[in-house]
């Protein structure tokens, strides 16, 4: 309960006290205290909700009232927030929500990344409770002037979720993120590479990376999850790779030191759907097998947290590992990356001058004039896993089988990524209703149409 007390004047004075001869009152004699004329005249006063003393002081009576009217309601509803818990940093609440939110080690990193990088600078110092909408509002303005809008939604979210900690936490009434506009997110429609870019990929590939990269167009891994495939994650009988795990590089400088380099381990996949068995063509099975016989598998030591509660430094058996016998990074396998690509081009590039001078001499049939085809810049492996999922769509898979092979969480992330490789015939559709209805009598006759 609240309640008002008056600093100024003695709630129960004594018996021939000297009146106030500043104010007065109606119902009782005002006796002046110690404190009469120092500071703000009327205090409310209560408990909260852990039984803690806690008083606040105004200047009219009229606001004391209604703050202490206001402090009952949210006592009584749950909703009271302690006045001295907003002064906490916004740094302060956002650690506690980092390092104990349930995070998969990529999404731990990419968290510690976004706050420090993009939120600390401009609210880490401050109060959370001084936080407004529209300060919100400017930081997502002067931030989409760097970040991508799909970047600054995940950055923003992590935001929100901090705030959205200091209110389950009655640390501020409410979430200035509220109603915050963001720049519109249009996800850029995948193109999936040309099947003579692919064969090209898989041509220009090191020896010791060609199976590893057939094996990515065969099966729709995930970079990581390639990475951190061991031997007996494949089933050579049964023709199929079983997911379980994938290789984690950590981004640097994220535990302090920003001149050490963090060491890969295998962690979980990304989400729990991508735990998954997926079937493998002949032509890969066979591939893995012929790799396996020229680069024998690596024990490598590694720490293994694929079981966050029981992670272990073990030896793991690697299908695929760099020169030196050791997992593959992304750092280095960048640069081979990148000489592949070039090698692609450049028979591609080689190709298509040999298709063209082949046309010519034909006489320029047309419509069948060659169109060049190159490995486009900025591809990487994420592209071959493109390339699969258009190979499934195209032989008209489900949403559901795509979804299930790429490891998508939902079908709705398989269909906002790949919605437009879907085929819509319009003969496809008629024939179908055509098949259900054909039975049905004609309601009318038929109408003769005559052409004029």
């Known amino acids: 309960m ?37 500071g703000k005249r009327w205090q409310v006063r209560w408990r909260d909700a852990a039984g803690e003393q806690q008083k606040e002081n105004f200047a009219k009576r009229s606001q004391a009232d209604t703050r202490a009217a206001t402090i009952e309601a949210d006592l009584a509803r749950g909703l009271y927030v302690d006045p001295a818990a907003g002064k906490e940093s916004f740094r302060a609440v956002a650690e506690r929500w980092r390092t104990t939110a349930v995070h998969r080690g990529g999404t731990a990193t990419r968290v510690e990344r976004a706050l420090r ?48 900690t200091a209110v389950r ?47 990515a167009v065969a099966s729709g891994l995930r970079q990581g999850e390639v990475f951190g495939l061991e031997v007996d994650c494949v089933d ?21 030191d920003p001149e050490e380099t963090p060491e890969p381990y ?27 016989q020229q680069y024998p598998a690596a024990a490598v030591d590694i720490e293994d947290r694929s079981d966050p509660r029981k992670p272990r430094r073990r030896q793991a058996w690697m299908l695929f590992t ?24 450049e028979a591609l590039g080689k190709a298509y001058a040999e298709a063209y001078a082949a046309w010519v001499q034909r006489g320029r049939p047309e419509g069948e004039e060659p169109a060049p085809v190159r490995v486009p810049d900025g591809a990487s492996m994420h592209d071959l896993r493109h390339f699969y999922a258009s190979a499934l769509i195209k032989n008209r898979e489900s949403v559901k089988t795509v979804q299930r092979r790429l490891g998508h969480s939902k079908p709705s992330i398989t269909l906002d990524i790949y919605t437009h490789l879907w085929p819509d015939d ?15 009598p004609a309601l009318c006759p038929p109408v003769k149409i005559v052409s004029r």
């Open 426 to 440: 319009e003969d496809t559709t008629r024939a179908a209703v055509e098949a259900v209805l054909g039975d049905v």
């Open 169 to 215: 936490d009655r640390t501020i009434a409410i979430n200035p993120c509220a109603g915050i506009k963001l720049p519109e997110a249009r996800r850029p429609e995948i193109v999936p590479l040309h099947k003579d870019a692919v064969h090209a990929l898989i041509e220009a590939a090191p020896p010791r990376y060609r199976a590893m990269i057939l094996l």
């Open 266 to 292: 295998l962690g979980e996949p990304k989400t729990h759907e991508s735990y998954r068995t997926v079937p493998l063509v002949g032509l890969a099975v066979d591939a893995l097998a012929a790799h396996l």
């Open 322 to 345: 760099s020169d030196r016998g050791d997992v593959l990074k992304r750092a280095n396998w960048s640069h081979v990356w990148g000489r592949m690509e070039e090698r692609a081009n």
């Open 236 to 256: 050579f009988l049964r023709r199929e790779v079983v997911v379980r795990q994938q290789l984690v590089t950590p981004d640097k400088d994220v535990d302090g």
């Open 117 to 164: 990088l993009h939120i600390y600078p401009t609210f880490g110092d401050r109060p959370i409770v001084s936080i407004r909408p529209s300060e919100v509002q400017a930081w997502v303005k002067d931030r989409s002037q760097a970040l991508a809008p799909t970047t600054l939604r995940v950055t923003f979210s992590y935001l929100v979720s901090v705030m959205h």
């Open 2 to 38: 609240a309640n008002v007390y008056d600093r100024w004047h003695l709630s129960r004075p004594k018996k021939g006290a000297v009146p106030c001869a500043e104010h007065s009152s109606k119902t009782r004699a005002l006796v002046p205290s110690k404190d009469h004329g120092v």
